[in-house]
C-alpha cells in the first residue's frame, strides 16, 4: 500500500499526456525513431536551458558519463576519482571506460565530494576528477577547477541529479563537461532509459557524437571503435515537453522542500544544508535519523506500512558492495559517508505533491520517531 508515493510519475505524465501523444504520431509519422528532428530540437533545446553550447543524446546516463570521460582521455592505466556516497553506475562509467576508481570521503553536512580529500589523491595517473552533484544541489567545482589548473587533470561532473540547478549562476558542464541522466524518476525524466553529454567544448562534443554512433557521424563512415548509444525519438518528444515544465517544476520541488524544512522543525531529524551559493533543485530530499542504522530502518518500514513511499539514496556505498570490493578499501575507510549512508531517509517530494500530504509524511515521521525500537520492529 502506497498512498504517497517517493515519486508521481502519474501526476507528471498527466500534465504532458497530450503533448507526448501528439509528438509521438508524429515521430511515426516520420518514422524517425532513433536521431531524427525531434532529437536534435531536444539536443538544441536543452543545450540552451543548461547554457552550454552543445548537447549530445544517447541511451542513459551511464553511457553518458563513460562517453565524457572517454572523451577527455580516460582510459586505461589511469585513475579517477569520485566520491565513494554515489549510485553505483558512477563508479561503473570508470570501470567500463578501463581506469581505475579511486574513492574519497564526503563533506558530513552536504555529502558533496570533499574536496581537500580529492587534491590529497591526485598523482601522476589520475586522469579526472569526478564530482557528483547529488541530491539536487552542484558540488564545488570551481574549487577543483582553480586547484587544477595547468595540471593536466579533467573534470567530468556527474550531473544525473541536478537538470536545472546552478553554482554561482553557473550549472554544471559550462567549464568543461558533464553528464546526465534522463531515468523516468530524475527532475526531467523520459519514459525509459535516455541520457546526454553537455559541454562548452565543440571538440568534446563531436568526440562524444562519433563514440555514441559506432565511432562516426556519418552513415558507414567509422572513424574510431565506437558503441551504439543513441537517444531516440519517442524519448526526445517527451523531454522536450517535460522541458517546456522543468523550471516550473523545479521551483515547485523548491517550495516542497522549504515546507518540508518548516514542517520538521523540533523533529529528531538532521535535515539537508544546502551549499552556499547553490540554486538547489530537490532531485531528492533527504534527512537523517539520528542513531543506530536499525533506528532508520525502523522508521522507514513504518512509514512505508503507513503508505509513505520513502526510501534510502544510497544504503551502501561504493566501496563496500560486491563489485568494488577489489578496490581494497574496507569498513572505516570513509568514515562520513558509511555514517550518512547508515541514517539517510529520502522523503516523498515531486512539483506535484501537495502541503497536505507533505504534513501527512511528516505526521507519520513523527510518530515512527516517537515510537519505542520493541514497537518499531513489531514486537510487544
Same mark, same amino acid.
Given at each position: ?239 522536450? =515537453?517535460? *522541458?517546456?515544465?522543468? !523550471? ?6 523548491? @517550495? %516542497? &522542500? /522549504?515546507?518540508?524544512?518548516? #514542517? ?60 568494488? =570490493?577489489? *578496490?581494497?578499501?574496507? !569498513? ?6 558509511? @555514517? %550518512? &549512508? /547508515?541514517?539517510?531517509?529520502? #522523503? ?33
Amino acid at each position: 500500500m502506497t498512498t504517497i508515493p517517493l515519486v508521481d510519475l502519474k501526476a507528471a505524465h498527466a500534465e504532458v499526456a497530450e503533448e507526448v501523444e501528439t509528438g509521438f504520431k508524429r515521430v511515426i509519422a516520420d518514422t524517425a525513431f532513433v536521431g531524427g528532428a525531434e532529437v536534435a530540437a531536444f539536443e538544441e533545446e536543452y543545450a540552451s536551458f543548461s547554457g552550454v553550447p552543445h548537447c549530445v543524446g544517447v541511451a542513459n546516463g551511464t553511457d553518458a558519463l563513460e562517453l565524457a570521460l572517454r572523451a577527455v582521455g580516460v582510459g586505461a592505466n589511469s585513475e579517477v576519482i569520485l566520491p565513494a556516497n554515489t549510485f553505483v553506475a558512477t563508479a561503473e562509467a570508470v570501470a567500463r571506460a578501463g581506469a581505475q576508481p579511486v574513492l574519497v570521503d564526503c563533506d558530513p553536512d552536504t555529502y558533496l565530494m570533499d574536496v581537500e580529500a580529492t587534491l590529497a589523491e591526485v598523482t601522476s595517473r589520475t586522469a579526472a576528477v569526478l564530482p557528483v552533484h547529488l541530491y539536487g544541489q552542484l558540488a564545488p567545482v570551481e574549487r577543483l577547477h582553480d586547484a587544477l589548473v595547468g595540471s593536466g587533470v579533467r573534470i567530468v561532473e556527474d550531473a544525473a541529479q541536478c537538470q536545472g540547478a546552478t553554482r554561482h549562476g553557473a550549472a554544471a558542464g559550462v567549464g568543461g563537461i558533464a553528464a546526465t541522466s534522463f531515468y523516468p524518476g530524475k527532475n526531467l525524466g523520459a519514459y525509459g532509459d535516455a541520457g546526454a553529454v553537455v559541454t562548452a567544448d565543440a571538440e568534446l562534443a563531436d568526440v562524444v557524437r562519433k563514440l555514441s554512433n559506432h565511432g562516426g557521424v556519418r552513415k558507414y563512415e567509422h572513424e574510431v571503435v565506437g558503441f551504439n548509444s543513441r537517444l531516440d525519438g519517442l524519448q526526445a518528444v517527451v523531454l522536450r =515537453a517535460k *522541458l517546456d515544465r522543468l !523550471a516550473a517544476w523545479n521551483a515547485a520541488r523548491r @517550495a %516542497a &522542500a /522549504a515546507r518540508y524544512d518548516e #514542517l520538521l522543525d523540533g523533529l529528531d531529524v538532521v535535515r539537508p544544508v544546502t551549499l552556499d551559493g547553490n540554486e538547489h533543485v530537490w532531485h531528492l530530499y533527504v534527512v537523517r535519523i539520528p542513531g543506530e542504522p536499525a533506528r532508520r530502518d525502523r522508521v522507514l518500514a513504518r512509514l512505508n506500512a503507513a503508505g509513505i513511499g520513502a526510501g534510502i539514496h544510497y544504503p551502501v556505498p561504493v566501496h563496500l558492495t560486491a563489485a568494488f =570490493a577489489h *578496490l581494497g578499501y574496507g !569498513a572505516g575507510s570513509f568514515p562520513h559517508a558509511e @555514517a %550518512a &549512508a /547508515a541514517q539517510i531517509l529520502s #522523503l516523498p517530494l515531486y512539483p506535484q505533491i501537495t502541503p497536505a500530504q507533505q504534513e501527512a509524511v511528516v505526521r507519520e515521521l513523527a510518530i515512527a520517531l516517537a515510537e519505542p525500537s520493541s514497537k518499531l520492529s513489531g514486537r510487544g
